[in-house]
């Protein structure tokens, strides 16, 4: 019995229970050591050390005028010879033959007021001067009869062969021939006269281009009145504005006080917002003779040494006005970056780039300088995100926060 009692006693390693247990337990080392391992990654990488505080610069592209450069102003393009066009005379308008950006040539009609009634005018006065034009050559006739009259009654007188009273009556006649024929030659200048009158009062009625231009905005559209005075609220004063592209320049606002370091003819640079990848090259036109009180700024005028169909009046612009003319090889832009961001270990150079929030040693070669900026020629992508003025600890894949300015 007692043998039986002892026997009960042993485990029975076979039993589910026992081996749920021996699982839980493995399971339990195993989760263990992967948590020992993960811990021991973060601390190699650096997790748990703290971010160093870092101050970051940007590689740009960089244009080597820059580093040439005397001042900088912004202005607006704006043309030198503009025209809001309008008409002489007040009439509805009938037709309009050009649009926003239509290219127009001087003495090109841009539109038509209704002019009926001038058109009739025009051709009444035409026909009263061929009305005139007969009553010349019927006076001429009747000249000619009076005069071929009257010579042969002086030669008849002189031989006593007529009469003084006949004679005289001749010459009265001829008299009155000449006198007719100047009525009639006068009555031909008045009725040309009329008549270029009435004509100059039909062309008024065609609003013409004054120069070459393109149409910058319309006032007016068919059915409008159009008035020189524009007094009357439905009336309007214009038709088109244009603008002649080729007097497009730079009117540029700069501080009095920097005024001294230009001059007429001095190269500049133009940069436009609206094609940023592009620097125009240009020159000073011309100093304007007097400031802006309020402002006080000087406005200079910048021409463009050669105008591109991209170039729009009132595009915003930046005027780098340089101290030497450019030369070919320094119009392209170039990669660069601040030369405090740049470090030399074992006769090498590397930045430290910054990729999401931590440090990659990178390998660059430099080129020109360029005033605060040095040229990369390998290595580095503009638009990199670099530490400046690297800490001498700082190495490869540290965690770094960059400060806020």
Do not use: W
Request: charged content about 25%; proline content about 3%; aromatic content about 4%.
């Amino acid at each position: 019995m007692a043998d039986d009692d002892l026997s009960k006693l042993k485990i029975d390693k076979s039993q589910p229970a026992f081996r749920k247990a021996r699982g839980r337990k493995k399971t339990i080392y195993i989760a263990a050591g992967i948590s020992v391992l993960i811990i021991i990654i973060l601390v190699a990488t650096g997790v748990f050390s703290p971010a160093v505080k870092v101050d970051a610069a940007s590689v740009v592209q960089v244009y080597p005028s820059q580093s040439f450069t005397l001042l900088n102003a912004s202005g607006y393009v704006v043309p030198q010879r503009k025209a809001a066009v309008a008409s002489k005379v007040t009439g509805r308008l009938v037709e309009l033959f050009v649009e926003e950006g239509s290219r127009i040539k001087n003495g090109q009609i841009v539109a038509r007021l209704e002019n009926d009634d001038l058109t009739a005018s025009l051709r009444q006065a035409e026909a009263n001067l061929k009305v005139s034009s007969s009553s010349v050559d019927q006076a001429k006739a009747e000249l000619n009869d009076a005069k071929v009259n009257y010579e042969r009654e002086k030669r008849l007188l002189a031989k006593e062969f007529t009469t003084k009273a006949s004679h005289d009556v001749a010459e009265a006649r001829y008299k009155k021939a000449l006198a007719g024929l100047a009525g009639a030659e006068a009555s031909v200048r008045a009725s040309q006269a009329a008549a270029r009158g009435a004509r100059v009062s039909l062309d008024y009625t065609y609003i013409r281009a004054p120069f070459d231009a393109v149409v910058l905005t319309k006032s007016a559209d068919v059915g409008d009145i159009v008035t020189p005075i524009g007094a009357a609220t439905n009336a309007k004063a214009s038709v088109v504005t244009i603008a002649d592209m080729s007097s497009l320049q730079v009117e540029a606002d700069v501080a009095e006080s920097n005024i001294g370091k230009l001059k007429v003819g001095q190269p500049c640079q133009i940069q436009l917002d609206a094609i940023a990848d592009t620097r125009f090259d240009g020159t000073i036109h011309m100093i304007v003779p007097t400031a802006d009180r309020t402002k006080a700024t000087v406005m200079v005028k910048v021409k463009f040494n050669n105008l591109d169909s991209r170039v729009l009046p009132e595009m915003s612009a930046k005027v780098a006005f340089l101290s030497r003319e450019v030369k070919e090889n320094e119009k392209k832009p170039r990669t660069a970056v601040n030369r405090n961001a740049i470090v030399e270990h074992s006769g090498k150079k590397y930045v430290f780039l910054i990729r999401q929030g931590r440090t990659v040693l990178a390998p660059v070669t430099t080129g020109t300088d360029l005033g605060d900026m040095v040229e990369l020629t390998g290595g580095g992508a503009s638009g990199d995100k670099v530490v400046l003025n690297p800490p001498k600890r700082l190495s490869g894949g540290a965690r770094v926060r960059i400060n806020e300015q």
